[in-house]
């Protein structure tokens, strides 16, 4: 199993979704110690400085008709104090708009939303232990694999696989300077509430969680009895990604300086595998979810207006991507910068 940077593109990919599954556990589980978090200062101050010597010029679409100019923004969710991303161009953009529609935000109510947290309670006190699903060697991969993260095992134990595994994966590895404090959507939603312009959302963040959240089936089992089973117990990182390297400086900052010159890829995945845990995982936060962001653009055609959608960079990249998906429905948005 090789989940590549899970952390870090959880948070930079799918940050709304994120921040709903930070907010869940965090209910659930010790908080980190101050050691730890000590230490987390200490080498963020060593490891994660940048440098941007170019004009950024993140990628920017148009989706349009005769009354309505729909503008499509690829975000950074989570995005270093100091990291440039705006240009003149997108400047233009954010003050002509009559509206920010995000993936989520507290700042605009969604019609029948779905209590997550009540669903997530039921799930898991209906669900027979992780650990009880597992062969011998499995098991004890996965008590050794949760110790490792700090997290109290029987609160990891109890939730449905994929949000353990989740759990588990973002408890450990690097915790960089990235913040949604200096995020795209959290500087669009300062300036759009200051102006009194209104800010929407394209879907349920608690729905799609959910979506995800209830899959616990015994193929999901399997497979990570499996990468468990040949897992050496040595590394918790190295169970996330064998091909695990630290990077420093703006080797680290990659993504976001290529995201900020506006290259955007043929290929896109969360980097969860071909198996049936990284296919759930693709599928419910990038499949599905473009697919319905793709209906739900077109029926906002019908209505006059200038819009700008800014959702996650990976959602105009690969065979699956929102441009695709709006193709697919005999409608091309035109790349303006």
Same mark, same amino acid.
């Given at each position: 199993?090789?989940?590549?940077? +899970?952390r870090r ?7 709304p979704?994120?921040a709903l599954?930070l ?6 589980l ?9 230490q ?5 101050q060593r490891q ?6 170019y004009?950024?010029s993140?990628?920017?679409?148009e989706l349009s008709?005769?009354d309505?100019t729909?503008y499509?923004l690829?975000t ?5 104090r100091?990291?440039?991303?705006r240009s003149?161009r997108?400047n ?5 708009a ?5 993936e989520?935000s507290?700042?605009?109510e969604v019609p029948?939303a779905i209590?997550?947290?009540?669903k ?8 027979l ?9 499995g ?5 050794e694999?949760v110790?490792?993260s700090? +997290?109290?095992?029987a609160?990891?134990d ?8 989740l759990?588990?994966?973002?408890s450990g ?6 913040s949604?404090?200096y995020?795209v959507?959290t500087?669009?939603?300062r300036?759009?509430?200051?102006s ?7 879907e349920d963040?608690?729905e799609?969680?959910?979506s +995800? ?5 015994s193929?999901?089992?399997r497979?990570l009895?499996?990468?468990l ?5 040595k590394?918790l990182?190295?169970?996330?990604d064998e091909?695990?390297?630290e990077?420093?400086g703006d080797a680290y ?8 010159r506006?290259i955007v890829?043929d290929d896109?995945?969360?980097?969860l ?25 077109e029926?906002?055609l019908e ?12 959602h105009?990249?690969?065979?699956s991507? +929102?441009?695709?998906?709006l193709?697919a429905?005999g409608?091309?948005a035109?790349?303006?910068?």
């Amino acid at each position: 199993m090789q989940w590549h940077d +899970l952390r870090r593109t959880m948070i930079r990919t799918a940050g709304p979704l994120t921040a709903l599954l930070l907010a869940l556990f965090s209910a659930l589980l010790p908080a980190l110690p101050a050691a730890a978090q000590g230490q987390q200062v200490q080498q963020q101050q060593r490891q994660f400085e940048f440098t941007q010597d170019y004009d950024p010029s993140p990628a920017i679409w148009e989706l349009s008709d005769e009354d309505t100019t729909i503008y499509l923004l690829g975000t950074i969710h989570a995005l270093p104090r100091g990291f440039r991303w705006r240009s003149e161009r997108l400047n233009e953009i954010i003050d002509t708009a009559d509206v920010l529609v995000v993936e989520s935000s507290t700042y605009a109510e969604v019609p029948d939303a779905i209590d997550l947290d009540s669903k997530l309670v039921a799930r898991i006190a209906n669900r027979l232990p992780t650990s009880n699903r597992l062969s011998n060697a499995g098991n004890t991969r996965w008590r050794e694999l949760v110790g490792m993260s700090g +997290l109290d095992f029987a609160s990891i134990d109890t939730m449905p696989v994929l949000l353990g595994l989740l759990t588990v994966g973002m408890s450990g590895g690097e915790f960089d300077t990235s913040s949604t404090l200096y995020g795209v959507e959290t500087v669009l939603e300062r300036e759009f509430m200051r102006s009194g312009r209104p800010i929407r959302t394209i879907e349920d963040s608690g729905e799609v969680m959910y979506s +995800l959240l209830r899959l616990d089936n015994s193929e999901i089992l399997r497979e990570l009895d499996t990468s468990l089973t040949a897992w050496d117990g040595k590394s918790l990182s190295e169970f996330f990604d064998e091909d695990y390297a630290e990077r420093y400086g703006d080797a680290y900052w990659e993504a976001e300086h290529n995201w900020a010159r506006g290259i955007v890829a043929d290929d896109f995945e969360l980097g969860l595998g071909s198996g049936a845990i990284g296919r759930a995982f693709d599928y419910n936060l990038l499949d599905r979810r473009n697919a319905a962001w793709a209906i739900w653009l077109e029926e906002r055609l019908e209505q006059p207006g200038t819009v700008l959608l800014a959702v996650g960079a990976g959602h105009f990249e690969g065979e699956s991507s +929102l441009l695709n998906m709006l193709m697919a429905r005999g409608l091309e948005a035109d790349r303006i910068e």
